[in-house]
């Protein structure tokens, strides 16, 4: 049993700044690839960054700059501070793992989801 709780969503106004959380929980042993997605209604989900367990991110090309994601592997925690935000229709943001729960399991772990609202 491994779980992604999100958390940090809200409204925000165009250029302000927001920072997402995601903590792991249950039975890890590692935590390997994390990332966050993010899906507007009636639009396809879509990778927005991700970072591997060696600290290598990876952005969409509509974000860089300013977003930034980290990640604590003490805290089993992954972070999207999103700075700059641009007008965005409600959108939910998914955090997503890559988990070793034993040396021959791994599994790939879905958040419910964080709400964010960019208003103009």
């Known amino acids: 049993q491994v779980q992604l709780v999100e958390s940090g969503g809200g409204l925000v106004q165009a250029g302000e700044s927001l920072t997402l959380s995601c903590v792991a929980s249950g039975n890890i042993l590692s935590l390997r690839d994390m990332s966050w997605y993010r899906q507007a209604t009636g639009k396809q989900r879509e990778l927005v960054a991700s970072?591997?367990?060696?600290?290598?991110?990876n952005y969409a090309d509509s974000v860089k700059g300013r977003f930034t994601i980290s990640r604590d592997n003490s805290q089993k925690m992954v972070l999207l501070q999103m700075n700059s935000l641009k007008p965005e229709v409600t959108t939910v943001y998914y955090c997503n793992a890559q988990v070793y729960s034993s040396a021959w399991s791994r599994l790939e772990v879905w958040g419910q989801g964080t709400l964010v609202t960019v208003s103009s």
């Open positions: 970072v591997s367990s060696g600290g290598t991110t």
